[in-house]
């Protein structure tokens, strides 16, 4: 494997070894799901590698988003800070999954802290690079932001069913705690 020297060295600007299994991955993503191959290539461009410490903060809840991370190897815990009751893990996430989707679009505060779980390494899809790619190819761009709004609003529906779940179980306490002498 050839040797990063940047925090964020793009690994396929000279087409490194192992591109092909980047595509793979790239395709496992639904963002990208739906993309040709030489689509495929466009956004392989971009992505930036990274290797992580068991330990190491990916993001902190809070701090600017600037993109999204896809789990090429190993696994990232996304925690929610919870003031004084401490912090809640929200989510694992292994080999293929995604997350931090929301800042391609806007460049609002992160709403979790992601971390490595043992030795990871992940992908980097930065939102001025892709929106630079979305300049040069429209239709591209379309695709794309079609399919991260599917993926958002899938999201947001199981939110919302999670909510509707917990505000039903709260009340079913609340009628049970008025039932008990």
């Known amino acids: 494997m050839r040797a990063i020297h940047s925090l964020w060295g793009n690994i396929f600007r000279d ?11 790239l395709k496992r993503v639904p963002l990208f799901a739906g993309l040709r191959k030489s689509e495929l290539r466009d956004i392989e461009r971009l992505v930036h590698r990274r290797l992580y410490k068991d330990g190491e903060v990916v ?65 980097g899809l930065i939102h001025p690079d892709l929106f630079h790619l979305f300049r040069r190819k429209p239709q591209l761009g379309v695709k794309l932001l079609s399919a991260l709004a599917d993926v958002l609003a899938r999201r947001l529906r199981l939110t919302n069913q999670e909510l509707q779940r917990l505000s039903q179980d709260a009340l079913v306490v609340e009628t049970e705690g008025g039932n008990t002498p």
């Open 15 to 25: 087409k490194a070894p192992g591109a092909d299994q980047t595509i793979t991955l």
């Open 59 to 123: 993001f902190w809840e809070d701090e600017p988003g600037v993109g999204m991370y896809i789990v090429q190897q190993g696994e990232v815990g996304i925690y929610k800070e919870y003031g004084k009751r401490g912090q809640k893990e929200l989510a694992q996430l292994k080999t293929g999954d995604f997350f931090g989707e929301m800042a391609l679009l806007e460049g609002d505060c992160r709403s979790a802290t992601a971390v490595a779980r043992g030795d990871a390494c992940l992908f």
